[in-house]
């Protein structure tokens, strides 16, 4: 492993993507990338776009914070969303007015477990996500291939998305990239050990960024990072040990059953809320 701004990068993992084969492909079956880090960038654009849309509604206090922030459950009051009704102090309470109903994921907004992944308020925040993404993406990029790299990244935040349904307060809301970032970190680790590289630094680095989880500020989403870094070993996991023999198969079904996981999850989750 080799020192980064941010993280590591792994030589080895991107020699091995730099292969030739005849048939242009990745080591792990995706299409040789024709332009370096083409969807890390355009993930990058997404998150400071969103960003930028928030810092000009009003920062923390946007609307637009409040649409694409995953919150588990929210208590509505007919036309005027977000608002709890008259006398009404608590989500218990809002529960049992007869003219109520939850906004929220619980409450129909399943957009939220993917919008919440592109959504920051803090410079701090959106920015070392950024630079993270910036250094791990190109790397897994070249080595998997576009389409195999942007499922890992969706999915691995899907599945951090989920652990915050489950796990976090019912009306806290989470958002920012930290579950795919984990996921990446996670991916990179299961390919460098893959191709035998030298995993020390990169399990001190993750092991930091664990402990800043953990011990770190109280607003740090626990649940999205965890949640994240499980996704990203399972799913690294599928790409890089599929059998060669219909290997496309093997990971298509697998990121299939991952995915079919997190719809469970979360069709669980609501029906425990409502």
Not at 17 to 23: A, D, I, V, Y
Request: hydrophobic letters at 50%.
């Amino acid at each position: 492993m080799r020192d980064a701004a941010v993280g590591f990068q792994c030589p080895t993992c991107v020699t091995e993507g730099r292969k030739e084969t005849r048939s242009g492909r990745t080591p792990y079956g995706g299409l040789r990338p024709t332009r370096h880090g083409l969807v890390s960038q355009v993930l990058i654009a997404i998150n400071v776009a969103v960003w930028l849309l928030i810092v000009a509604t009003g920062g923390a206090r946007s609307r637009w914070v409040e649409r694409l922030a995953l919150t588990p459950r929210v208590c509505t009051a007919g036309h005027s969303p977000g608002q709890y009704y008259p006398r009404v102090t608590t989500s218990a309470q809002c529960a049992l007015t007869p003219d109520g109903h939850w906004g929220g994921v619980a409450g129909g907004d399943y957009y939220q477990l993917l919008t919440s992944m592109f959504t920051h308020v803090q410079l701090l925040h959106i920015g070392f996500n950024m630079l993270a993404l910036w250094i791990l993406g190109p790397q897994l990029e070249l080595v998997l291939g576009r389409v195999r790299y942007l499922g890992l990244y969706l999915l691995s935040g899907l599945v951090g998305s989920a652990a915050v349904y489950w796990f976090s307060a019912p009306a806290s809301p989470t958002l920012g990239a930290s579950g795919a970032i984990f996921g990446l970190m996670a991916a990179l680790l299961v390919l460098a050990y893959k191709v035998r590289a030298d995993v020390n630094q990169l399990l001190m680095w993750i092991g930091l960024n664990v402990a800043l989880t953990f011990f770190g500020r109280a607003s740090i989403s626990w649940q999205g990072h965890l949640g994240g870094f499980v996704g990203g070993l399972v799913l690294a996991g599928i790409l890089a040990y599929a059998p060669r023999q219909g290997r496309t198969a093997w990971q298509a079904a697998g990121f299939a059953a991952v995915s079919l996981l997190v719809v469970l999850a979360v069709a669980a989750r609501t029906a425990v809320l409502t």
